[in-house]
């Protein structure tokens, strides 16, 4: 990593307002939260939810807490639906929590904006080793490192085994894929015709795109086909351009639904948990989904539901994925950064990062916990998510100032309109660029 420097302003936006009238506080135990004792307290807000996940957090909290006496971390528990305003409130109101959880495709306002601390000189050699550079540089913006990858999950595809094996269709493997054409022809030959009940080797419908929050899964599964969609000039400003490598893998949904008819028009505004009980009964033969999704599978499938977990298409670049690691940052006012690095450090050792990982069925970034071998076993798929890992790359919205914003309000409407038919190409682009463009803009002056 390189030495870097922060810039950027602080801006309040009007909806941040009205919500720290709200706000009771996140983090502040006021002052420098230090006791009349000497004793530090460091705030940890922690979005984990599964309820695995959260015991492992608080289990690492105590294990700390029980051996740090000077250094005492609270747990705090936030959410990821509302983590971003949250955020943006607690750092204007000056009650950020010390050490913070999210998603490093969430942290680029934030870190230009000068509320997250520049970690590169804090942080020990030992964890800067064994974290790739790849996921280091999702959390790189501008002249600093805003946060620690330390959670990762490719997407992956869930399919029925049963109708899968029975279709005679190629099972994809890690080593040779489907390409993005071979997924769109595997689905129409596990659809039943129109007006036939499915049989075997057949569902209702070849694949079920949950695709509620559209932006993340195209722009990433669209690093396989070469897509950026954002491109960075001379002169450091994001512009958006779509080009036939971007186009390629919204084009394949786009034919699934509205000309194939191998993928169910219904599932587009639904989150993936939505799609779960069509998928165990027999109605579509797959779903694409995060890696994590597995968790949710064992918990609600049929005992008699057979299956497997199979790599996503590849394009041009291979089997190639963008990702938005969960990060852990400090924030830029505490006093205490030192301390919260070495709370940090200790949640990422790398047992430590094992059980994180298997707490939240998802794959750790860091080389060392990754070698685990409970993380390689084929039951579950596990062994088939880990092999992924070395694919995951940094999603192209990574560092791009405006990126929520321009995803609310420019691209998500856009792609569920072209997903589910209502615009064509021509006018998906027209969205993207010109509008998105607009709105970075505004963010880059």
């Not at 870097?4 to 720290?20: D, H």
């Not at 913006?141 to 620690?148: E, L, P």
């Not at 893998?249 to 599932?267: E, F, L, R």
């Not at 969205?431 to 607009?438: I, P, W």
Request: hydrophobic share 35%; aromatic share 8%.
């Amino acid at each position: 990593m390189r030495t870097r420097t922060l810039t950027g302003t602080r801006r309040l936006t009007a909806a941040a307002a009205a919500t720290l009238l709200l706000l009771t506080g996140c983090s502040g135990s006021g002052g420098d939260g230090e006791s009349p004792d000497g004793r530090i307290t460091l705030r940890f807000q922690s979005l984990a939810w599964q309820d695995e996940s959260v015991q492992v957090n608080k289990e690492l909290v105590k294990e700390w807490n029980a051996t740090q006496p000077g250094v005492r971390v609270e747990y705090v528990q936030g959410s990821w639906d509302s983590v971003h305003d949250q955020l943006l409130t607690s750092f204007e109101g000056g009650e950020a929590p010390d050490i913070i959880h999210d998603a490093s495709d969430d942290l680029a306002d934030f870190a230009y904006g000068g509320y997250l601390a520049d970690l590169d000189a804090l942080l020990p050699d030992r964890l800067k080793r064994d974290i790739p550079e790849r996921s280091w540089e999702t959390t790189e913006f501008g002249d600093g490192v805003y946060g620690v990858p330390y959670l990762q999950e490719p997407r992956v595809l869930i399919a029925n085994k049963k109708i899968l094996e029975a279709s005679g269709v190629r099972i994809p493997t890690v080593e040779k894929p489907w390409t993005w054409a071979e997924f769109r022809a595997a689905t129409k030959e596990l659809t039943a015709p129109e007006g036939r009940e499915p049989g075997a080797g057949q569902a209702e419908y070849g694949v079920a795109w949950p695709l509620k929050d559209p932006v993340s899964a195209t722009l990433n599964l669209s690093r396989s086909t070469g897509g950026q969609l954002f491109h960075r000039g001379a002169d450091d400003k994001v512009t958006i351009r779509y080009t036939d490598a971007d186009a390629e893998v919204p084009a394949v949904i786009h034919h699934q639904v509205n000309s194939d008819g191998s993928a169910s028009g219904a599932t587009l505004g639904m989150g993936g948990s939505d799609t779960l009980p069509g998928f165990f009964g027999g109605k579509y033969a797959m779903v694409p989904l995060g890696f994590s999704y597995r968790q949710q599978i064992i918990q609600q499938a049929p005992e008699d539901f057979e299956w497997t977990v199979l790599p996503a298409p590849a394009g041009a670049d291979g089997a190639t994925q963008g990702v938005s690691p969960q990060t852990l940052s400090v924030a830029e006012d505490t006093p205490h950064k030192k301390e919260a690095v070495a709370f940090i450090d200790f949640l990422l050792q790398p047992e430590n990062m094992v059980r994180l990982a298997r707490g939240d069925w998802m794959l750790p970034t860091g080389t060392a916990a990754l070698a685990d071998p409970s993380l390689h076993t084929p039951k579950h798929g596990w062994g088939t998510g880990a092999a992924l890992a070395r694919e995951l790359l940094s999603a192209p919205a990574q560092s791009v100032r405006g990126y929520p914003e321009w995803k609310d309000k420019v691209a998500t409407p856009a792609l569920q309109e072209y997903y589910s038919g209502a615009i064509d190409r021509a006018e998906l682009e027209k969205r993207l660029v010109k509008d998105g463009n607009l709105v970075l803009a505004r963010y880059q002056r």
